[in-house]
């Protein structure tokens, strides 16, 4: 019956031992093929032991950081966003006096205020950076897109607004808003 036991785990164990089992997983291979052997894990060990954990970590879909891909379009969007912020700041000065003060009864029905844009434009902008660096992907996402197309629907607005004011009269806008700006 002994021997019965043997052929069998002879025939189902497929090579695989208890001395390979303990050097089968990476970390362990790692341990064992370091320098001073399972005692002792240096720095190339705990490096080694770092990218594993970090691929492991990605592979189940949470990642440490951002790709060469992702950082470029992180580039793209951000240069785009301070880009559309220069022209819609352009094309404001360019308002007539009339659409500045619908526009400023427009802010203030919705219960803003022109004092409340700046902080949360800097609050918006604090949570991009906090996300790009803390690696919150969709969060960072959604805010980096949804600032330039918010701007861009801003400008394509105000430059709609130009042109037919442009299209009836030859004076169009005028600089400022005809406001004294100091």
């Not at 001395?19 to 362990?28: E, I, Q, S, T």
């Not at 064992?32 to 002792?40: I, L, R, T």
């Amino acid at each position: 019956m002994a021997d019965d036991d043997g052929v069998r785990a002879e025939i189902y164990n497929d090579g695989y031992t208890d001395d390979f089992a303990a050097y089968d997983a990476k970390l362990c291979a790692t341990l064992h093929n370091n320098d001073e052997g399972h005692q002792k894990c240096g720095w190339g060990c705990k490096r080694s032991i770092k990218k594993a954990s970090a691929a492991a970590r990605s592979s189940y879909g949470t990642s440490s950081g951002w790709n060469a891909f992702e950082k470029f379009f992180l580039f793209v969007w951000s240069f785009s966003a301070i880009g559309l912020v220069w022209v819609v700041l352009k094309q404001r000065r360019m308002m007539t006096r009339e659409d500045a003060i619908v526009e400023e009864a427009a802010m203030n029905g919705v219960g803003l205020k022109k004092r409340h844009v700046f902080p949360i434009a800097l609050g918006i902008l604090f949570m991009i950076l906090l996300g790009m660096f803390l690696a919150w992907k969709k969060l960072t996402w959604i805010l980096l897109i949804g600032v330039n197309i918010g701007l861009f629907a801003q400008f394509v607005f105000l430059r709609r607004k130009a042109k037919k004011a442009n299209a009836g009269t030859d004076a169009g806008y005028i600089k400022d808003a005809g406001l004294q700006i100091s």
